[in-house]
């Protein structure tokens, strides 16, 4: 619902000056009054898939494919670049401009967690916050619960094989092969939450 009130207010806000356009928002709002407004038993192309190309700067010319994760992060970028340019152009002089994480996909999608590496050798610890808008989750071989692949995403994340050891964040660090830990924890929810599975490899 969150989703669906942010296209209908775009499409009141910006239709009529976004016409003809291909606006990603304007595109994507009618796609979503058509499945929940309309009553329409005519299976239809979206529109927002006809104008992958606007949207997606040409990522996907010359047949190059992209996984769901990528062309979801692009769409998700496009709409909210869209958002900033249309509040933007709304300011007045002296406003306060508005912050990446504060426009409506923000409101309605983000989460962020805390990063927090721990080296063991010389106690140094650092922790950074994190916002996503979509959420990565690896898909093991073994059948879980969506609850299961969220659980894990939290608490300490041991490396898996091939990744880079993690680094002290001391300036200057410990050596090449002191102990560090990464420990995540989510620090805010959203109303809405974008899922992605992802396949081991």
Known sequence: DSLRAWFEQHLAMWGERHRGLNCPLCLIGGDARRLCVDVDPV????????????????????????????TIRVLLDSLNTVDMNAALATLGPGEVHMSEHTTPMWKALDFSFASRLFCKDCGCASVKLEHLSALPLDLPDEPCSVEVLLANQWGEQPLKAGDDPYRCPREPPCSAV???????????WPKTLILSLKRFR
Not at 43 to 51: D, E, T
């Open 43 to 70: 299976p239809f192309a979206p529109a927002i898939v006809q104008h992958r190309g606007h949207w997606s700067n040409g990522i996907f010319d010359d047949s190059e494919q992209q996984d769901v994760t990528e």
């Open 178 to 188: 002191a102990i560090v830990t990464r420990t995540v924890t989510p620090t805010s």
